[in-house]
Structures are given as structure tokens and as C-alpha cells.
């Protein structure tokens, strides 16, 4: 059974860091293509970043270019999400997604691997 499993959610001030980690197993990272969605209370989960099959393209929600960023190291089979300069609008419950394509999906449905998500909480 595939299983992705999100850690280093945690409380930070605004302008702090956090990395986060998606450990995957029963499956072979390298072979999927991997994003990070989160949702806000009371809103729909939303795209935030993506990376290829391969590792040579990334994909990022406009709100958080330049300030995050996604990495896989296949060895590991984990992929990583480096947040800085948070915000408290990025206060959310970030999942981790997988999907069998070699291109970046944005949207939730296109996605068929979920984690069950690490909390994210940016105080002002």
C-alpha cells in the first residue's frame, strides 16, 4: 500500500523558515511526480508546488515564488518543501501528492497518492 507520510509542520513567527518532509514508501519517488497542495480553514486545498518525474521542472504557485522551495532527493524516496520569509496567510495544513505522470498536475483531482498532511502555523 503506497503511503506518504508529511513531517516538520510546527508554529513559526512571520519571517521564519520551515522544511518539509514527504517520506514515501511502497513506491518508487523518482518515478512520480510530486506536489505539496494546502488548506486554509474554511477553503479549498490548494496547489502550492510541484516537481517532474525527473526532478528537472518545478512548478510554483505565484504567492510563494521566490520564497519556497521543492526538492527530491530520490535516494531518500523523499521529497522536501523549504518554506522562508512565512507569512501568516501560508497558515495552512500542507499535504503532500504523487501521481504516476511526468507532468506537473495543479489541480487536487489529478492526484491519486495523498499524505495525510503536517500543520502549518505562521503567528504574526
Known amino acids: 500500500q503506497v503511503q506518504l507520510v508529511e513531517s516538520g509542520g510546527g508554529l513559526v513567527q512571520t519571517g521564519g523558515s520551515l522544511r518539509l518532509s514527504c517520506a514515501a514508501s511502497?513506491?518508487?519517488?523518482?518515478?512520480?511526480?510530486a506536489a505539496w497542495f494546502r488548506q486554509a480553514p474554511g477553503k479549498e486545498r490548494e496547489f502550492v508546488a510541484g516537481?517532474?518525474?525527473?526532478?528537472?521542472?518545478?512548478l510554483y504557485t505565484d504567492s510563494v515564488k521566490g520564497r519556497f522551495t521543492i526538492s527530491r532527493d530520490n535516494a531518500k524516496n523523499t521529497v522536501y518543501l523549504q518554506m522562508n520569509s512565512l507569512k501568516p496567510e501560508d497558515t495552512a495544513v500542507y499535504f503532500c501528492?504523487?501521481?504516476?505522470?511526468?507532468?506537473?498536475?495543479?489541480?487536487?483531482?489529478?492526484?491519486?497518492?495523498w499524505g495525510r498532511g503536517t500543520q502549518v502555523t505562521v503567528s504574526s
Open positions: 511502497a513506491l518508487t519517488i523518482s518515478t512520480y511526480t
Open positions: 501528492a504523487a501521481r504516476s505522470s511526468r507532468s506537473i498536475g495543479q489541480t487536487s483531482l489529478s492526484y491519486n497518492n
Open positions: 516537481i517532474s518525474w525527473g526532478g528537472a521542472s518545478t
